[in-house]
């Protein structure tokens, strides 16, 4: 839902800095690769109980994230780059959750699991719009310059990293919040079906 409305603002300094980068010899590859590992090595601290020094690498991680397209957009974007992007955030948005319930079983497994159900569901809604769009010669950059259609909806990457900040901050609070972003998740789903079924019919 908001990042649209945060790109406006987060893009002009990204491409600055993928510029230099860019000038250094950095690949988008190379920093979406290394966003993947900062992000992984958030979920292992979370696994490991460690929740407010999880919080370093994870956002960095998501710097990262938004440094592999200004790198791109800097040098040459390829399509293998966007496939790239889009299975590490989908490997990291699903590990944070997955530590939640290695570090407590007992406590998160029940909402862990319906949580990643959501984002199995919500994922899946996602790429199937994307190439759905794609077939039909549809395309938008109010999300950034992307490979994918990137179809919008109630909750989107910023709500998301959001989200994983706030069981950072709070993680006995995880049951109750992750039940809530399910919830959103599968509302989310709907809305983009929905959208789905007005445009593809």
């Known amino acids: 839902m908001l990042d649209a409305i945060l790109r406006k603002h987060i893009d ?10 860019a000038a250094l010899g950095a690949s988008a590859n190379a920093v979406t690769i290394a966003g993947l590992a900062l992000g992984l090595a958030s ?9 407010r020094w999880a919080l370093l690498p ?7 994230d ?37 570090a407590d079983p007992a406590r998160n497994a029940t909402t862990g699991g319906f949580l ?10 996602f790429l199937a719009y994307a190439a759905m769009a794609a077939k039909h010669g549809l395309s938008s950059d109010a999300r950034g310059l992307k ?6 909806g109630l909750l989107e990457g910023s ?15 995880f049951p109750i919040l992750a039940g809530i ?10 809305q983009r079906c929905l959208h789905a079924y007005r445009t593809f019919s």
């Open 159 to 173: 709500e998301t990293i959001a989200f994983f900040v706030a069981i950072c901050i709070f993680p006995q609070s």
């Open 12 to 21: 002009p300094p990204l491409d600055r800095i993928g510029r230099t980068l």
């Open 66 to 102: 938004g440094l592999d397209g200004a790198v791109a957009r800097a040098t040459r974007r390829t399509d293998f780059g966007g496939f790239l992007d889009i299975t590490s955030d989908f490997l990291f948005y699903g590990a944070v959750p997955f530590a939640f319930i290695l």
């Open 58 to 64: 994870l956002l960095a991680s998501r710097i990262a």
């Open 147 to 152: 490979n994918l259609y990137y179809s919008g």
């Open 116 to 125: 990643l159900l959501s984002f199995y569901v919500n994922g899946a809604s």
């Open 181 to 190: 972003f399910a919830g959103l998740c599968f509302l989310t789903c709907m």
């Open 43 to 51: 979920a292992l601290l979370i696994a490991l109980g460690e929740f």
